[in-house]
């Protein structure tokens, strides 16, 4: 008896070091960022909404916030389709090649961040594409694919091979199957997808990092330039309307597609 | 319901009833492997076909070749005189219902019932009415709106037949749609696709490994295994004629004596040698291949066999021995005996018994005879 008491505490212990060890970060810039102060600190120093006044009213944070948003947009529209076709493909058929062209899509995880980022740096300077906003959305894109492929993958592989026999069998030729039945049934894992590559390119640092320039900053790298000066509480404020936004998207999630699909699929 | 000489009439074409289906010289061949071999049949128009076999016997297979998915390795699938072999699944009128129904679920009963339809390019105004005509024919008048998972399974089995007959194929096929469900369920269902099919007069294939199903719902029945046909005759024939041992053991419960053909004698019956006995049946189909000397076995039905306490209330029957109760197991409508017989070399034999007078059981130890005729044993060669 006592002894389950014991194990009890013991994993309450350690299930309460962990929440706070996760939460900590998010915790402490949402508390600095209300400090009515003019340095960042935590526990804030006072309560005020001063810095998000500021970060509304600062012409190229705004623009920089903007820009992320558009990279992000570019991103997902051109990861929807290709996304979803590859994950369909490599889920239902059995494609030549299959396991090689799995591993292919999943490379990008493997080669360090800096390493695809100077590689596309160099392809896309070569091609004189560098200065403009689509050339990062594309670069978002080709990063984080493989978390698009997963989510449409985990979708299809779910999905009854009967399902589209049966429609043919009724009467639909293949691109009616594919419109009335295949897509509808990998539509939650389009959604995750989506909403997956939209945060992910919307954050997305390193990368942006060495395809901008002055003219295009995206909202991270304005970040990341600002501290290089001087730290104070406007980031933590600017943080906090990205983790807003990241909070949004999965809000948006759970009331499309369940929350419980997208944390059970593999 | 054409008897078999109307078939045959049918198949030169000159009987009332066309030949719907006609499966010539088919096989399939997966890795070397015949999934299918040399499969040739036909169904007269209205017919109700079941396939029987044990998993594996290529009977999906079959069914599935000619529905479109898949193209045979050789041979001819001929639709209403059409060769089908270049036709795509979705130019073939045939309606499928699938094992796991595959019923679209993002779609309401109604939807998916309508989906057919619309693919078909049916006028619009006319479709509504249609599936409502259709919903009402398998009982679901009412529960169009209802998305497919908020329908019981009997209930998506019922959308799922609508579906597959709404746009009025010129052939239903059942590819094991029942055999997820409970048996009260199963068998109620087996009643309704009998009762559809009677009532719309449309032909059908029906796959099942059910032979209690087989038996039920249809015309006539091919029994295949290993990728051959074995059997296609009517259900009674079926059972009552089985064309060679497996289709004796598939269907039904059946008790095999080997032995060593002894002597033919007239009207078919066959004397052999079962360890020192001579045991007398008559002779299955291929008579003539069960020469002098050979190896033959006899099928014998458990329901055949007659048991009683006494020798005396056996009498009038040819062969009579006895045998000890091993064990009895009640199945509520009848006891089912394991009975070893030493005159038989100790054979063990299952028996049936509906005693419904007595409802006498015999325990296991008690010495109990066995009785059946001439007729009830059908000897093959094997």
């Known amino acids: 008896m006592s002894g389950n008491r014991g194990k009890t505490i013991v994993l309450w212990i350690f299930v309460i070091f962990g929440l706070v060890m996760l939460s900590a970060p998010t915790l402490v810039v949402l508390g600095a960022s209300f400090t009515s102060g003019n340095i960042i600190t935590f526990p804030p120093d006072g309560f005020s909404l001063k810095w998000y006044a500021k970060i509304a009213g600062a012409s190229d944070l705004r623009g920089a916030f903007l820009r992320s948003l558009v990279v992000a947009s570019i991103c997902t529209v051109i990861a929807v389709p290709a996304g979803t076709l590859a994950g369909i493909a490599l889920s239902k058929y059995a494609v030549r090649m299959e396991k090689t062209i799995q591993v292919y899509l999943l490379l990008p995880f493997t080669i360090p961040l800096i390493g695809s980022g100077i590689g596309l740096m160099l392809v896309l300077g070569n091609a004189g594409m560098l200065g403009q906003l689509w050339p990062v959305g594309l670069a978002c894109c080709v990063i984080n694919l493989p978390f698009m492929i997963w989510a449409v993958t985990a979708s299809a592989s779910g999905l009854d091979p009967d399902l589209e026999l049966a429609a043919a069998n009724l009467g639909a030729p293949p691109l009616q199957t594919f419109l009335h039945v295949t897509l509808p049934a990998v539509t939650p894992g389009i959604i995750t997808g989506a909403l997956l590559m939209f945060i992910l390119a919307l954050n997305e640092f390193l990368v942006s990092l060495l395809l901008v320039d002055a003219r295009i900053v995206t909202l991270p790298v304005q970040i990341y330039n600002s501290i290089r000066s001087i730290i104070t509480p406007d980031l933590a404020a600017i943080s906090v309307v990205f983790i807003a936004c990241a909070a949004a998207a999965i809000f948006l999630l759970d009331r499309l597609v369940g929350l419980d699909i997208f944390l059970k699929s593999k | ?382």
């Open chain 2, 1 to 382: 319901m054409p008897d078999a000489a109307n078939a045959a009439t049918a198949r030169d074409g000159r009987g009332e009833a066309p030949i719907a289906v006609s499966v010539r010289h088919v096989n399939m061949v997966y890795n070397g492997q015949h999934a299918v071999k040399d499969a040739s049949f036909d169904l007269p128009k209205g017919n109700f076909l079941t396939i029987l076999g044990p998993s594996g016997s290529g009977k999906t297979t079959l069914l599935r070749m000619i529905a479109g998915f898949g193209a045979p390795t050789s041979g001819n699938i001929v639709i209403n005189g059409r060769a089908v072999g270049a036709v795509p699944p979705h130019r073939r009128s045939i309606g499928m219902v699938f094992q796991k129904l595959a019923l679209f679920p993002h779609m309401t009963a109604a939807e998916n019932v309508a989906f057919p339809l619309k693919m078909r390019r049916r006028d619009a105004r006319t479709i509504p009415d249609k599936v409502e005509r259709y919903l009402n024919l398998v009982r679901l008048g009412g529960l169009g709106d209802r998305r497919i998972h908020q329908l019981s399974g009997g209930q998506q089995q019922r959308v799922a037949i609508a579906r597959a007959l709404v746009f009025e194929p010129d052939l239903l096929l059942l590819d094991e749609p029942l055999a997820a469900l409970d048996r009260k369920l199963r068998e109620e269902m087996q009643l309704e696709f009998r009762r559809i099919q009677r009532e719309l007069g449309v032909t059908t294939i029906n796959v099942t490994h059910d032979q209690r199903e087989a038996l039920v719902v249809s015309d006539e029945i091919i029994v295949m295994d290993k990728g051959e046909i074995q059997q296609k005759a009517q259900p009674t024939e079926t059972y009552r004629q089985p064309n060679n041992p497996f289709v004796a053991n598939f269907i039904g419960v059946t008790n095999f004596l080997q032995g060593k053909a002894l002597s033919f004698e007239a009207e078919g019956e066959v004397r052999f040698l079962h360890g020192d006995v001579v045991l007398r049946g008559r002779a299955g189909s291929a008579a003539a291949s069960l020469g002098n000397g050979r190896e033959v076995r006899g099928a014998l039905r458990a329901e055949q066999i007659r048991i009683a306490a006494e020798e005396a209330a056996l009498t009038g029957l040819d062969t009579v021995v006895s045998g000890e109760v091993e064990d009895a197991i009640f199945e509520g409508e009848r006891v089912v005996y394991e009975i070893s017989v030493p005159a038989l070399d100790g054979a063990i034999l299952r028996v049936f018994d509906h005693d419904v007078v007595g409802h006498t059981q015999f325990e296991a130890g008690r010495r109990v005879f066995l009785g059946w005729t001439v007729k009830d044993v059908l000897v093959f060669a094997g």
